[in-house]
T-cell receptor, first 118, second 114 residues
Framework: GAVVSQHPSWVICKSGTSVKIECRSL??????MFWYRQFPKQSLMLMAT?????????EQGVEKDKFLINHASLTLSTLTVTSAHPEDSSFYIC??????????????FGPGTRLTVL | AQSVTQLGSHVSVSEGALVLLRCNYS??????LFWYVQYPNQGLQLLLK??????LVKGINGFEAEFKKSETSFHLTKPSAHMSDAAEYFC????????????FGQGTELSVKP
């Protein structure tokens, strides 16, 4: 149980285009999902907290107009990188949890999405 | 405010040797502590966690960690390393509020030599 998927697993796009990444909790409902960014050989940096039915909370220094987050249902959150540039190339990882209504304290991570902007 | 420090960005051990990955935390509230493992180009997998209760927690793949409040530490150990343990390991802390965000350490890359 507690599986989180991400789609796509990797994407290559041209500079100036927008890319959408989906994060789904497959077997549980999550009122909260988190989006992280990870550069090679570095730790995870929290970008934003995605709350179902409300606006996302962004960490300091993260441009909310560039990284659009939508959490329209209890099982789906999306991250859209708008007008992507090469410096946005990174590994994006989402997590979900704890499962809604079930108590608990654990976040479950997706497999990540590798974004390369040419 | 909460923070996590992992001592040693890279640890190398021989197969069969003891694995010790160090983690110290800072938290103004009773912490929830986690260890995650990440294999190349993959997401994070939970190894073990401490929330309340027993301070020695056992996780998957033979790993365990001990919460020491007096030392603000949560070191990860495994008695005998396997080649398959080679990966990146992250320690993380979270405040006691449910659904709170995780703060990660810098990560420790574990290499296992045959």
């Amino acid at each position: 149980g507690a599986v989180v998927s991400q789609h796509p697993s990797w994407v290559i796009c041209k500079s100036g285009t927008s890319v959408k990444i989906e994060c789904r909790s497959l077997d549980f409902q999550a009122t909260t999902m988190f989006w992280y960014r990870q550069f090679p050989k570095q730790s995870l940096m929290l970008m934003a907290t995605s709350n179902e039915g409300s606006k996302a909370t962004y960490e300091q220094g993260v441009e909310k107009d560039k990284f659009l987050i939508n959490h329209a249902s209890l099982t789906l959150s999306t991250l859209t990188v708008t007008s992507a540039h090469p410096e946005d190339s990174s590994f994006y990882i989402c997590s979900a949890g704890p499962p809604a209504g079930a108590g608990g304290d654990t976040q479950y991570f997706g497999p990540g999405t590798r974004l390369t902007v040419l | 405010a909460q923070s996590v420090t992992q001592l040693g960005s890279h640890v190398s051990v021989s197969e069969g040797a003891l694995v010790l990955l160090r983690c110290n935390y800072s938290s103004s509230v009773p912490p929830y502590l986690f260890w995650y493992v990440q294999y190349p180009n993959q997401g994070l997998q939970l190894l073990l966690k401490y929330t309340t209760g027993a301070t020695l927690v056992k996780g998957i793949n033979g790993f365990e960690a001990e919460f020491k409040k007096s030392e603000t530490s949560f070191h990860l150990t495994k008695p005998s390393a396997h080649m398959s343990d080679a990966a990146e390991y992250f320690c993380a802390v979270r405040g006691g509020d449910q659904g709170g965000k995780l703060i990660f350490g810098q990560g420790t890359e574990l290499s296992v030599k045959p």
